[in-house]
C-alpha cells in the first residue's frame, strides 16, 4: 500500500465545459502522480503534484536508448456520479510485462491501480459527461540516469497524467481507411511488439506518413519475416468478421494483447458468435473478400474503443467493406462495452472498478 502525499494546486485550470471539443490527448488536468525508484531502494516518494514539466539530466537514458513503457486506460463518469475505471488489473499486469522485457522494474499491481485510482479521485471533476468521452489515463515509466552507456538505468520515473478526451478518430466511429504496408515492419517475434514501448510506435511513423499520404487513416502491419500475416493496425488490434465468425490474429510474441480485444471475445463468445484466434495471411483475406465473405472489419483498442473500417488497400488491390456505415457487429460491440465502461448497461464480467 502507498503512502501517497498530496499536494494540491492553488489555482485550478479552467476544466473543459459541456459542448466543448476535446479531441484526443491535447487538455491535461492539474495534477499527475510520480513515483522514483533507484536500484537498492526500490520504489519511493510516491506523490500526487501540481502537473508541470519534468527536469532531466539530457543524458537520461530514456532519450538515448528508448528504456521506457506506457499503459493507455480510461476513467469514465456513470450517470449516477461514479467514477469507474475498465479492467485496471489487466493494465497492471501487462505493464509489468512490458517492464520485465524492457529490463525496468516491475510496479506491484495494487500499487499501480492505487496510484491511479488516487490520482482520478483528486481529478474527478475532470471526468468529462458528454457521450464518447472520457478521461484518458497515460501511466509511463522512463529511465532516467544520466549515463551515456548502454546498459540498464538505475534510476527510473513512473509517471501518471490524465487527458480529458472525446474519440480518438477524427471521424469518430465512421468507417476509416487502412493501409496495409507491405515494406516496412513494426515489430518481429523475439523483439518487443507485445509491449507497450515507444519503440513500436517511432517505427511506425514511418509507414503512418506514407499511409496518410495516400489517402488512408492507419496502417496495418503484416508479420515482419514473411511479410505475409495480419498482426495489428498502429494504435489497434484487428478483427474480421467472415461468414458469421470473427477472426483475429492470434497473439504470437509480436502482437500487442489488447484490453479491448479480451473485453470483445468474451463479449462475441458470450453471444454465441465463433471467435478464432488464429494465423491469417493477407491472402486469405483477399480470396475471403473476393468470395463475397467478408462481412465487417474493425479495430479495436483503448483509445479508439471499436473502429469500423471501410476500405483496406494491399499493394494494388482496394477492398471496399460494407456500404460505408457502420457494421452491426462493429455497432453493437461498441454500444456494449461503452455501455459497461459508462456504468449504463449492466457489467456481467465485473470488468468496471470505481475510483
Ligand atoms: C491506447 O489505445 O490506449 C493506446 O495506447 C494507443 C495509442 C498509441 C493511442
Not at 202 to 218: N, P, R, T
Not at 249 to 258: E, F, K, V, Y
Not at 267 to 294: Q, T
Amino acid at each position: 500500500m502507498l503512502n501517497i502525499d498530496i499536494q494540491k494546486v492553488s489555482t485550478p485550470k479552467a476544466k473543459p465545459q459541456p459542448g466543448d471539443k476535446l479531441g484526443f490527448g491535447h487538455i491535461f488536468t492539474d495534477h499527475m502522480f510520480l513515483m522514483n525508484y533507484a536500484e537498492g531502494k526500490g520504489w519511493f516518494d510516491p506523490r500526487i503534484v501540481p502537473f508541470q514539466n519534468l527536469s532531466l539530466s539530457p543524458a537520461a537514458m530514456v532519450f538515448h536508448y528508448g528504456q521506457e513503457m506506457f499503459e493507455g486506460m480510461k476513467a469514465y463518469h456513470s450517470p449516477d456520479g461514479r467514477a469507474l475505471l475498465f479492467r485496471p488489473e489487466m493494465n497492471a499486469r501487462r505493464a509489468n510485462v512490458s517492464n520485465q522485457r524492457l529490463c525496468i522494474p516491475e510496479v506491484p499491481e495494487e500499487d499501480f491501480i492505487q496510484a491511479i485510482r488516487e490520482l482520478v479521485r483528486v481529478e474527478k471533476d475532470w471526468i468529462p459527461k458528454d457521450p464518447g468521452t472520457s478521461l484518458y489515463i497515460r501511466p509511463f515509466i522512463i529511465a532516467t540516469d544520466g549515463f551515456l552507456g548502454v546498459a540498464p538505468s538505475k534510476t527510473y520515473l513512473f509517471v501518471v497524467i490524465l487527458s480529458p478526451s472525446g474519440a480518438y478518430s477524427e471521424s469518430g466511429m465512421a468507417p476509416v481507411g487502412i493501409w496495409i504496408e507491405d515494406d516496412y515492419v513494426r515489430a518481429v517475434r523475439g523483439g518487443m511488439g507485445y509491449t507497450k514501448t515507444g519503440g513500436n510506435y517511432a517505427a511506425s511513423l514511418i509507414a503512418q506518413v506514407k499511409a496518410h499520404d495516400a489517402g488512408y487513416s492507419q496502417v496495418l502491419w503484416l508479420d515482419g519475416v514473411e511479410r505475409k500475416y495480419i498482426e495489428e493496425v498502429g494504435a489497434m488490434n484487428i478483427f474480421f468478421k467472415i461468414s458469421g465468425h470473427l477472426v483475429t490474429p492470434a497473439l504470437n510474441g509480436s502482437i500487442l494483447p489488447g484490453v479491448t480485444r479480451d473485453s470483445v471475445i468474451k463479449l462475441c463468445e458470450s453471444w454465441g458468435l465463433d471467435v478464432y484466434e488464429k494465423r491469417i495471411s493477407v491472402d486469405e483475406l483477399i480470396d475471403d473478400y473476393n468470395m463475397g465473405r467478408v462481412e465487417e472489419i474493425f479495430g479495436t483498442g483503448t483509445a479508439a474503443v471499436i473502429s469500423p473500417v471501410g476500405k483496406l488497400r494491399y499493394k494494388d488491390d482496394i477492398m471496399v467493406i460494407g456500404d460505408g456505415t457502420t457494421g452491426p457487429l462493429s455497432q453493437r460491440l461498441y454500444d456494449t462495452l461503452t455501455g459497461i465502461q459508462w456504468g449504463t448497461l449492466p457489467d456481467p464480467f465485473g470488468w468496471t472498478m470505481e475510483v
